[in-house]
């Protein structure tokens, strides 16, 4: 058995009834909603404003009903319309950066997944100390700008799609940014990045064993960023500037990859670390992650950063992707948690799925 997340209050809206798969409508709600309907749940979108036409565009991921709010951070303010409707939140980048991890925690609506992991993720130090303290290799944080001695990427907290990260050639280059919020300097490493798309199960019984659950690899992504996409590289920076033109690391859209077979044993080996002690820090994760990262030229895999939660990488794998269909032929990630609500609905563990 796994670790119970909900308590009975909080899964009592949903006592004898079907869940309704909510979501934000935007980030990865088509897929959410797809999966969601293939498996014959309800769906519910909580737009911001009027309902967005272009689901009109894509029937089979349109939600059933849409719950307007007048900004995202109001989603708060609507737990009883969602209790009534029998919701289940599918947490996406868009609760983390526009609702916030404190405010989406407090939330009386039973969500997907552990909860508390949102402010893990939303806050870069403590989002450190958890890899660190798992073993997994990562860049080397500066705590003190003078200390910089090399290449550097600056980031800000929080989901923000790579929005006013900072390049550094060196300690000079870091002199001229001039910081707009809470951030971390972190070591510039050079090497091939890969977006690695996993899904905890604290239910199934076979497969790749971690902790109480199995482990999967459901897809990997790669990102377009902006005006820095493909001239990222060292000295790029300084040419556009010169230029006139200001780089940024803005996330447009995502491209397919995958990993050489030979390295999936490391890749795995990353992200059970990242589970089993995200299981001794606050109850553990479950559901979609994303493990971020840089292969470099010596074959280490060093983790930037983890997502909690689903990630808009996977929108590439709605039809299933060259390691889901190793799973199971034409499953994506959003089909995926419809799977596990429902097969934690039928054994009667939901408390260890929602939180």
Same mark, same amino acid.
């Given at each position: 058995?796994?670790?119970?997340?909900?308590?009975?209050?909080?899964?009592?809206?949903?006592?004898?009834?079907?869940?309704?798969?909510?979501?934000?409508?935007?980030?990865?709600?088509?897929?959410?909603?797809?999966?969601a309907r293939a498996r014959g749940f309800p769906t519910l979108g909580?737009?911001?404003?009027?309902?967005?036409?272009?689901?009109?565009?894509?029937?089979?991921?349109?939600?059933?009903?849409?719950?307007?709010?007048?900004?995202?951070?109001?989603?708060?303010?609507?737990?009883?319309?969602?209790?009534?409707? !029998?919701?289940?939140?599918?947490?996406?980048?868009?609760?983390?950066?526009?609702?916030?991890?404190?405010?989406?925690?407090?939330?009386?609506?039973?969500?997907?997944?552990?909860?508390?992991?949102?402010?893990?993720?939303?806050?870069?130090?403590?989002?450190?100390?958890?890899?660190?303290?798992?073993?997994?290799?990562?860049?080397?944080?500066?705590?003190?700008?003078?200390?910089?001695?090399?290449?550097?990427?600056?980031?800000?907290?929080g989901a923000k799609g790579g929005k006013g990260f900072y390049l550094?050639?060196?300690?000079?280059?870091?002199?001229?940014?001039?910081?707009?919020?809470?951030?971390?300097?972190?070591?510039?490493?050079?090497?091939?990045?890969?977006?690695?798309?996993?899904?905890?199960?604290?239910?199934?019984?076979?497969?790749?064993?971690?902790?109480? !659950?199995?482990?999967?690899?459901?897809?990997?992504?790669?990102?377009?960023?902006?005006?820095?996409?493909?001239?990222?590289?060292?000295?790029?920076?300084?040419?556009?500037?010169?230029?006139?033109?200001?780089?940024?690391?803005?996330?447009?859209?995502?491209?397919?990859?995958?990993?050489?077979?030979?390295?999936?044993?490391?890749?795995?080996?990353?992200?059970?670390?990242?589970?089993?002690?995200?299981?001794?820090?606050?109850?553990?994760?479950?559901?979609?992650?994303?493990?971020?990262?840089?292969?470099?030229?010596?074959?280490?895999?060093?983790?930037?950063?983890?997502?909690?939660?689903?990630?808009?990488?996977?929108?590439?794998?709605?039809?299933?992707?060259?390691?889901?269909?190793?799973?199971?032929?034409?499953?994506?990630?959003?089909?995926?948690?419809?799977?596990?609500?429902?097969?934690?609905?039928?054994?009667?563990?939901?408390?260890?799925?929602?939180?």
């Amino acid at each position: 058995m796994g670790i119970p997340l909900a308590s009975e209050s909080r899964l009592a809206s949903l006592k004898g009834r079907t869940p309704t798969i909510a979501t934000l409508c935007s980030h990865s709600s088509l897929q959410i909603f797809h999966g969601a309907r293939a498996r014959g749940f309800p769906t519910l979108g909580v737009c911001v404003g009027p309902p967005p036409r272009f689901y009109d565009a894509f029937p089979l991921a349109r939600p059933d009903r849409f719950l307007s709010v007048p900004r995202a951070k109001d989603l708060v303010s609507v737990g009883d319309q969602l209790r009534d409707a !029998g919701a289940v939140l599918i947490p996406t980048g868009s609760f983390v950066e526009y609702v916030g991890a404190d405010a989406f925690g407090s939330l009386d609506v039973p969500v997907f997944g552990n909860r508390a992991v949102l402010g893990w993720e939303a806050d870069r130090k403590k989002e450190r100390e958890w890899l660190d303290s798992a073993g997994v290799p990562m860049p080397r944080r500066y705590d003190d700008p003078s200390e910089v001695d090399g290449p550097v990427i600056v980031k800000y907290y929080g989901a923000k799609g790579g929005k006013g990260f900072y390049l550094a050639k060196n300690r000079a280059a870091l002199d001229e940014f001039t910081p707009t919020g809470p951030y971390v300097i972190q070591e510039y490493v050079l090497g091939t990045r890969y977006y690695m798309h996993f899904f905890y199960s604290p239910l199934a019984d076979r497969g790749y064993r971690v902790g109480h !659950g199995s482990l999967e690899l459901l897809g990997m992504d790669r990102r377009d960023e902006a005006n820095i996409d493909e001239l990222y590289k060292l000295g790029a920076q300084e040419e556009l500037l010169r230029a006139g033109i200001r780089p940024t690391f803005v996330v447009t859209g995502n491209v397919p990859v995958v990993l050489r077979e030979s390295l999936l044993p490391a890749a795995f080996d990353v992200a059970a670390r990242i589970i089993e002690r995200s299981i001794e820090l606050f109850g553990g994760m479950v559901g979609p992650f994303c493990v971020e990262g840089i292969m470099t030229e010596e074959l280490e895999f060093k983790v930037f950063e983890i997502s909690t939660r689903i990630v808009a990488g996977t929108n590439l794998f709605i039809s299933g992707s060259p390691y889901s269909d190793f799973v199971e032929p034409g499953l994506s990630t959003g089909k995926r948690i419809a799977q596990e609500i429902e097969r934690g609905q039928g054994e009667g563990r939901l408390n260890e799925v929602l939180s």
